[in-house]
């Protein structure tokens, strides 16, 4: 008997609440073949198809006004080799789930991002990234996928079987199909010592190179209004592990990360001329600490103030300047910005679509509070990211369109070239890839 829950409708948003769509119905298969079946029968009624995960993006990429298909019963490993050092898992499974049940096999990812809310398609599917001197995002990650297409059919792809699929299927925004399952690459646990500690703004940016270059993996916060910042590096160990104390790990990262953050974003945005002296506590809030763990317990941290953001990547080279030109218009503007901007950075890789796509870049993210007017600061923002060929994270508020995109990757046609011939009828469109694909 089928489990699939179909005929479902009502009012779609998405994690930070500005995104909103009505579609005719939402589907929940329990399997790939109750997903493909849905496929053909949106096909046979004219009506288009979008995926989507816990809602983490912050652009309308998983809107639509079709069929939305939750993929929350596809979860679950399908299985491991560990000859091959790989991991099958189903599309709709949260990166949570898949990182504890990973560190109970002794099997970790070799990099993920600051938070594992979201399901491992809806992740790789925008380009989610961490930071790294040598290791990539977590679509770099991934050695085979599975997806259902325009018409139904079930597609592989890896880079002997499908090779120009899996190229840009990686990271696919939605456009190509519907991801069904991901292999990723993996290996045995391993500990991370991170060291986190304030420094500077005038530091960070004066030894960035240097920060950068003796660590696997380095990452900063910098608070606007202020010249200070809260730095991270994290370095694999070989022990013993010394996880964050379970009183001390809730001060900070529940109490003072979370709670206090909160009500002071709340005080921020009722007065905002708090903000700049809210700003100068924020940033001394928290002291310097070491621990030694596991990586997800590494990587990632509890994130439970709602944010809006955009995110650009810069070349790698173009860091410094690109984020003293930030300070230099925050500075100068009347602008009230109480969320710290944060700085990463990736390798170059191989993948279409990637933000780093063929250079090595560095990734700036501003944030502005929910239900805070944010369009003044993104727009002052995004002015200064695009003038240094910035690439807006796909998942992340931005003004882009096609004829942009085309300049800033040279394998833009490649992609979209794919997409005429996966999906001419745009069976999986909508208003936000018109927008950044074409039509």
């Known amino acids: 008997m089928s489990t ?22 939402e589907v929940t298969p329990a399997s790939v073949e109750e997903l493909s079946a849905a496929v053909r029968k949106a096909a046979d009624e004219g009506l288009r198809v979008k995926a989507v995960g ?12 079709g069929v939305l298909i939750r993929p929350q019963l596809l979860t679950g490993i399908r299985g491991i080799d560990r000859e091959a050092g790989t991991v099958t898992v189903e599309a709709g499974t949260p990166l949570k789930r898949l990182n504890v049940a990973l560190a109970r096999e002794g099997l970790s990812l070799t990099n993920m991002g600051d938070i594992m809310e979201q399901t491992v398609s809806g992740a790789t599917s925008t380009g989610t990234h961490g930071t790294g001197r ?4 977590i679509a770099a990650q991934i050695k085979g996928l599975e997806l ?5 059919s079930v597609l592989t792809c890896s880079e002997k079987e499908n090779p120009e699929v899996f190229a840009a299927a990686r990271i696919g925004i939605g456009a190509l199909g519907v991801v069904t399952a991901i ?8 500990l991370l010592t991170a060291r986190e500690e304030p420094m500077s703004f005038d530091k960070v940016t004066a030894d960035f190179d240097e920060l950068f270059a003796e660590n696997e993996h380095f990452e900063f916060y910098w608070f606007p209004h202020t010249g200070n910042c809260n730095t991270k590096r994290n370095n694999r160990s070989a022990g013993p592990e010394r996880p ?12 003072l990360s979370n709670g206090v953050f909160q009500v002071a974003n709340l005080l921020g945005r009722a007065v905002p001329a708090t903000i700049p002296t809210l700003a100068r506590v924020s940033s001394r809030a928290l002291s310097a600490r070491t621990y030694t763990d596991i990586p997800y317990k590494v990587f990632t941290s509890p994130r439970r103030v709602r944010f809006v953001e955009m995110e650009y990547a810069v070349p790698r080279e173009a860091l410094v300047e690109t984020l003293r030109e930030l300070k230099s218009m925050v500075d100068r503007s009347p602008l009230r910005v109480s969320f710290p901007v944060e700085v990463r950075t990736a390798p170059a890789d191989d993948i279409t679509l990637s933000t780093a796509s063929g250079r090595d870049s560095a990734y700036i993210a501003v944030h502005m509070f929910r239900g805070t007017p944010y369009q003044a600061y993104f727009t002052a923002a995004e002015r200064i990211f695009t003038a240094h060929e910035g690439r807006p994270h796909w998942g992340k508020v931005h003004t882009r369109d096609a004829e942009y995109f085309s300049g800033v990757y040279p394998r833009f046609g490649e992609f979209t070239a794919l997409r005429d011939r996966l999906d001419p009828e745009r069976r999986f469109g909508n208003d936000y890839l018109r927008r950044v694909l074409g039509s």
């Open 134 to 137: 040598d290791s990539a995002s």
């Open 183 to 190: 292999t990723f690459s993996v290996e045995p646990v391993f």
């Open 4 to 25: 699939t829950v179909s005929g479902k409708s009502g009012t779609w948003r998405n994690w930070a609440g500005n995104v909103t769509a009505r579609p005719v119905r």
């Open 148 to 152: 259902v297409t325009a018409d139904g």
């Open 244 to 255: 964050v104390g379970q009183l001390s790990g809730w001060i900070e990262d529940e109490f």
């Open 54 to 65: 816990t809602g983490h993006s912050f652009t309308a990429a998983a809107a639509t006004d």
